[in-house]
Nanobody
Framework: QLQLVETGGGSVQPGNSLKLSCVAT????????LAWFRQAPGEEREFVAA????????KYLHSVTGRFFISRDNAKNTLYLLMNNLEREDTAVYYC????????????????WGRGTQVTVSS
């Protein structure tokens, strides 16, 4: 089965940048649609960004549009999330997710998830 491991989280000051990585193992990486979700304490999980199997049609949460950029490197079986101009409101655990069905991304129900990586933005 596909396994996902996120790295790159940490604590930064507002305005700084951070780049998350998600390494996939188990095969078939190029077939998967990929996404990032996040969840802050006491809040519901929310969609952040997604990129389809072909690396096209990136989608973003409105509040991160223009600041966050999702990309994938199929040669490295890795998904990335570059986060620029981080704000305190971006503080959350960020999860990598994968699905063979784009509709599951849109519906918030990918079949594969990583364990998450903490991103804390504070001064």
């Amino acid at each position: 089965q596909l396994q996902l491991v996120e790295t790159g989280g940490g604590s930064v000051q507002p305005g700084n940048s951070l780049k998350l990585s998600c390494v996939a193992t188990g095969g078939g990486f190029t077939d998967y649609n990929l996404a990032w979700f996040r969840q802050a304490p006491g809040e519901e999980r929310e969609f952040v960004a997604a990129i389809d199997w072909a690396g096209t049609t990136p989608k973003y949460l409105h509040s991160v549009t223009g600041r966050f950029f999702i990309s994938r490197d199929n040669a490295k079986n890795t998904l990335y999330l570059l986060m620029n101009n981080l704000e305190r409101e971006d503080t959350a655990v960020y999860y990598c997710a994968a699905t063979l069905n784009w509709g599951r991304v849109l519906g918030g129900k990918p079949e594969y998830w990583g364990r998450g990586t903490q991103v804390t933005v504070s001064s």
